[in-house]
């Protein structure tokens, strides 16, 4: 029997989507790098770097959400799309509003070209916002193209048969591996901080490290145990390593050198990376923070869709039947 070889036409179609998330991260590299000039000394500036630069993540996005538009077959995969950006964009506007002044500083404000938004202490620049949605929705929307296209076949074809095989019977469950290693890494990092640090760095609390270990580490530490099966781990690797890869680009080589916004030594652990402009290894860490929380927030709305977890009584009737409809619940 011979094995079977797809056509020319549908090799070039499996291609199709790959392609264009490539040319448009690299259309979108060369725009952001383009905004880079050299002065008579030989000084680099980016006269609205940081505005442009955000085509890194919005070109892709742009790819995906045709692909997502284009597939009707979504009945679980949309609610639990908008339900995790939901989360996800609080998450991170609270982190802008809240905290934005405490852990970061803009000292290039020419690299911006919008107004400026509200945030506690001084505004900051509106393209801080922008960040987090064009973020947040490309990590998601490239795990999802990645789970339900390029790696199918990796992916949990039915979560309710799933969900009944795996003997779970809450979704919610405390680990507390999880939490005593991430208040280990809390505690090291202070001690870190207050004994082996730079001079710059040395002193305070690792605020900025506390946070991305709360938001990457609550997610795991409440729904890890039931959603991990149901990860598509490969999926997860290739979103990862893309992240990587537009992040180098755009923080390492060119927001960190060009002052488009850097952070507080005070509120640093102090471990920084010498060939990326001293950039602290924070910055590194939430490349990885972001990634998986995004998934396994994502995971787990679908995991309770499939589990038919319903609203608490509390919550109003119509509210109640609204979620039914809209989460797709057996009656």
């Not at 609270?94 to 934005?100: K, P």
């Amino acid at each position: 029997m011979t094995e079977y070889q797809p056509s020319l036409t549908a090799r070039m179609r499996q291609l199709t989507m790959p392609g264009l998330l490539c040319g448009s991260i690299i259309l979108a590299g060369v725009i952001a790098l383009l905004t880079v000039t050299v002065d008579d000394t030989r000084q680099l500036s980016s006269p609205g770097g940081y505005t442009w630069s955000l085509g890194l993540w919005y070109l892709p996005v742009l790819v995906l959400v045709v692909w997502f538009l284009r597939r009707r077959d979504q009945i679980i995969q949309r609610p639990a799309f908008w339900t995790t950006l939901i989360i996800l964009l609080f998450t991170g506007f609270a982190l802008d509003y809240f905290f934005a002044n405490t852990f970061f500083v803009f000292p290039n404000q020419d690299s911006t070209l919008l107004p400026t938004a509200p945030a506690r202490g001084e505004w900051v620049p509106l393209e801080e916002y922008l960040f987090y949605v064009g973020g947040f929705l490309f990590v998601l929307m490239m795990y999802i193209w990645c789970d339900e296209d390029f790696l199918l076949r990796y992916n949990v074809p039915d979560y309710r048969a799933e969900w009944q095989k795996s003997g779970h019977s809450r979704i919610l469950g405390f680990d507390w591996f999880v939490f005593i290693m991430a208040g280990a890494a809390i505690v090291l990092a202070w001690i870190y901080k207050a004994t082996a640090a730079g001079e710059t760095y040395r002193g305070g609390f690792p605020g900025y490290f506390t946070y991305l270990a709360a938001i990457g580490v609550a997610p795991a530490m409440g729904f890890l145990r039931s959603t991990r099966r149901f990860i598509n781990w490969r999926a997860f690797s290739v979103t990862f390593l893309t992240v990587v890869l537009i992040s180098i680009l755009w923080e390492a080589t060119l927001a960190a050198p060009l002052g488009w916004w850097f952070y507080r030594p005070e509120e640093m652990v102090g471990i920084v990376v010498r060939a990326w402009s001293d950039l602290p290894v924070e910055a590194v860490l939430v490349w990885l923070a972001v990634t998986f929380t995004t998934v396994i927030v994502y995971e787990a709305v679908k995991v309770w869709q499939a589990s038919g977890g319903g609203l608490p009584k509390f919550v109003p009737r119509l509210l109640r039947e609204r979620a039914r409809r809209m989460y797709n619940f057996e009656d």
